[in-house]
């Protein structure tokens, strides 16, 4: 089996910031136990003490981490950044949904790192020998300017000591030294405190606590001290987090294949067994990519009945049922490439221009637009007819860009469409519900996912930072106006928000284009996006592509600003390509089946941040790495994570790697001399950020299901099983067995006990695992 946890946060609200000056701009970042890397890091919200982010992020983390930390951090233009405070959670504590209080953030407990020990015990007569081979340490905090530390371990039994030398501008510091203590055997009872601990040694002032362990055989996590945090009565501020973690256990795909079976095949319930049902979607397979099920899928809608459960038309789709939430998110998986290249263009200009737009007379403020004249401060009437030139202009370019998009819009979204017109069209059939099969498609297309990426370009990946105050007021009432056009113009006139009457004539006159828009986007054949059983995932599909800075390892050693070179990679499943300019005609690339580990690079390594380095191996077993720098910590951990999700199915990765490089005849991280030295950090290939990119696993998602289905087979029985199913389903549950397991059939084809079937017959744990058994029988009577 194979075992992952995935952690997700959502990140609301922050309040009650201290104002230790006249304003904050706060951003939060977050880090988890066994490292000193930032995981993520949310967009900084200028000049607010009480800040929105609404941001969510998606982690795949390694099974052996302890606890997940937020800081809240006030950025500064000129020096490092201060630390507002911090909100620790323990692994046990993951799974809440409520304001947290921050607390003061204290340097001894901030640790992290393990430690690698021997122990040795030699008795005497009245005295014992406690010998401790103190051999490495690895991943300790840095508490120097530089980024690193002077690390020495001391050893400590009861009142005696015994210390190691120090280790210079290290995080990876080699010892190998063996520390003795003699001791009286009365000193070796149960109550006896044995430790080692590991400090920065400073020459001016008090030496930093690096952490402690216990003192036994093999390598160690360094722990705090212990103190308790304070949280200062919520002086500090408070932080509103939703954070959920998913432990999951992945069995080997042979024993998902039966239901990856079942639930590809048409779904036809005893009440819908003259329903006509089109040909299932093609199988998904493991190592499946994003763009083998675009293809494969025809359309999901066809299991949801939608419209046959609404008898209103004003209320279709209207609520956030399985469906609709189904179909949003079904959008941003295969739309979201398409939605930057419609729309990325004026969100930037929007947030270039920084114009001051605003139509309601109640929030109006004329010295917000003045300019400098002789005429003096702008009236009200010209800050209006000024707001409704502007959002004119802005709308009728959105508009023209979407309506001009059909060949752009994703195969699958449109046969999903036609699906969804034809469906609701053969519902409602009445003269007057004429525009229900446009308002069907145009309330999930535009007010469902146009209108919140224009509202909220950030979580939307069209901008890397929150817009402000006046940006977001203008991207507000143009996602107003885009809702309006989605309502087909139906609603104008009637709502509370009469000032927006102005943008009225440009929705009407818009309402033509957008229903021609809808006819050719339907247009299209349903099975324009079926491809082979097993459609590769194309080498000229680019899965990520942007400007970085490549580091010149050519030539003499060149200062560290002057030797990395801006060069525009590109990402595809195939290979990572970069060159001079995006136009460039020559590349020079690297095949990904070659990469076998990437990592980021310690920042004293080049005194530089938000370093990575792609590790590879060549034909004759030789390594090979190129550091790359990227713009930000959040850019840097997107590209670490495509890459490591482009080699993930790679055979040859390394178990360990130099955070450092190997400079002056010596690696900066671990001090050690020989180039081809053993790495002193372990690699962390599986700690990638989640994102609509990701490759889909099928195993995955069908273990996701078998749970939802696990946990409801009860109410399943109940209602799609007959009396005599399950009075058998109730038997073969009840049946004592050593190892307490159930059985539970699925029906296939009619519903079981009623004429001749197909049923698969799982054995099932507790827990909710399907145990490696599985098979398919067939049923009579």
């Given at each position: ?40 890091r949310t ?86 020998c ?8 690895r ?44 001791l ?7 109550e ?39 949280d ?20 080997p ?26 040909d ?18 025809k ?25 609709s ?16 290249e ?7 200009r ?14 109006i403020?004329q ?42 819009c ?6 999903v ?40 370009p ?40 009469q ?5 009225h004539p ?94 980021r ?92 990119s ?12 078998y ?35 159930c ?39």
């Amino acid at each position: 089996p194979l075992w992952g946890e995935r952690w997700e946060s959502r990140l609301a609200i922050y309040r009650s910031l201290p104002s230790r000056n006249s304003h904050h701009v706060p951003y939060i970042k977050s880090a988890f136990s066994d490292t000193v890397n930032v995981i993520f890091r949310t967009a900084t919200i200028w000049k607010n003490l009480n800040p929105f982010w609404g941001e969510e992020y998606t982690l795949h983390l390694p099974m052996g981490f302890h606890s997940l930390s937020f800081y809240v951090m006030d950025e500064d233009t000129i020096g490092h950044d201060d630390v507002i405070g911090k909100i620790s959670l323990s692994k046990e504590a993951i799974g809440l949904d409520s304001w947290v209080n921050l607390t003061r953030v204290n340097p001894d407990e901030e640790v992290q790192g393990e430690i690698h020990l021997g122990l040795e015990l030699h008795r005497e007569t009245e005295k014992v020998c406690l010998r401790c081979h103190v051999i490495e340490a690895r991943d300790l905090a840095p508490r120097d300017i530089s980024g690193t530390s002077d690390p020495f371990a001391r050893v400590i039994v009861n009142h005696h000591s015994a210390d190691t030398s120090i280790i210079k501008k290290t995080r990876f510091p080699h010892w190998g030294e063996n520390l003795e203590l003699d001791l009286e055997l009365e000193e070796l009872s149960d109550e006896a405190m044995v430790t080692l601990e590991v400090w920065d040694w400073d020459m001016v002032g008090k030496n930093d606590f690096l952490g402690k362990t216990p003192l036994l055989q093999g390598w160690f996590r360094l722990l705090p001290l212990g103190n308790n945090e304070d949280d200062v009565g919520g002086k500090l501020g408070a932080l509103r987090l939703k954070v959920r973690l998913v432990e999951d256990r992945i069995l080997p795909s042979m024993y998902y294949q039966p239901l990856m079976d079942l639930l590809v095949e048409s779904v036809i319930s005893p009440t819908e067994v003259h329903t006509k049902i089109p040909d299932p979607p093609q199988h998904y397979a493991p190592g499946d990519r994003l763009s083998d099920v675009k293809r494969k899928i025809k359309t999901f809608l066809l299991v949801f009945p939608f419209p046959s459960t609404t008898a209103d038309p004003n209320t279709l789709f209207r609520s956030n049922s399985l469906a609709s939430k189904a179909m949003e998110q079904f959008m941003k998986a295969v739309g979201m490439l398409y939605l930057h290249e419609v729309l990325k263009p004026i969100i930037n200009r929007v947030f270039d221009d920084k114009k001051y737009v605003e139509l309601d007379p109640c929030k109006i403020e004329q010295n917000r637009s003045r300019r400098i004249s002789f005429k003096g401060a702008v009236s009200e009437a010209e800050v209006r007819d000024s707001s409704v030139e502007m959002l004119q202009g802005y709308l009728t370019s959105i508009l023209q860009s979407i309506v001009a998009s059909v060949d752009q819009c994703p195969p699958v979204m449109r046969v999903v469409f036609k699906q969804l017109h034809k469906r609701v069209e053969e519902q409602f059939v009445q003269p007057e519900n004429e525009d229900v099969k446009y308002l069907a498609i145009s309330g999930f297309f535009f007010l469902r996912f146009f209108a919140p990426a224009i509202l909220t370009p950030k979580l939307f990946h069209l901008r890397d930072q929150h817009a402000d105050t006046r940006t977001s007021r203008t991207l507000l009432l143009l996602a107003k106006a885009l809702q309006s056009v989605g309502n087909l113009g139906l609603q104008l006139g009637h709502g509370k928000e009469q000032w927006m009457a102005p943008l009225h004539p440009i929705i009407l006159c818009s309402v033509a284009s957008v229903k021609d828009f809808l006819d050719k986007l339907i247009d299209i054949d349903h099975d324009v996006s079926e491809g082979p059983l097993r459609a590769r995932f194309l080498p000229s599909v680019t899965v990520k592509e942007g400007y970085l800075h490549k580091h010149k390892a050519e030539g003499p050693q060149l200062l560290s600003r002057f030797a990395f070179k801006k060069r525009y990679f590109w990402l595809t499943s195939e290979t990572l390509a970069y060159a001079k300019t995006p136009d460039w005609q020559v590349r020079s690339s690297i095949p990904i089946q070659r990469v076998c580990a990437v990592e980021r690079v310690d920042e004293n390594a080049f005194q530089q941040q938000h370093v990575m380095q792609v590790i590879t191996q060549d034909n004759d077993a030789q390594l090979h790495t190129m550091y790359i720098q990227c713009k930000n910590v959040n850019d840097l951990n997107q590209w670490l994570s495509a890459i490591r999700k482009a080699s993930i199915y790679n055979e040859r990765m390394l178990p360990s790697f130099h955070p450092g490089a190997h400079r002056s005849g010596k690696w900066s991280c671990c001090l050690q001399a020989e180039r081809g030295a053993l790495g002193c950090s372990r690699s962390h290939s599986a700690v990638t950020l989640g994102d609509w990119s990701d490759p889909l696993d099928p195993d995955v998602e069908t273990q996701t299901i078998y749970k939802q289905l696990h946990q409801g087979r009860d109410k399943l029985g109940k209602k799609y099983l007959d009396p005599a199913s399950r009075v058998g389903a109730h038997l073969c549950s009840s049946r004592p067995t050593v190892l307490q397991h159930c059985f539970w059939g699925v029906g296939r084809g009619r519903s079981l006990g009623r004429g001749t079937g197909t049923a698969m017959l799982c054995f099932l744990s507790h827990n909710g695992d399907i145990l490696p058994r599985t098979e398919n029988i067939s049923l009579s009577g």
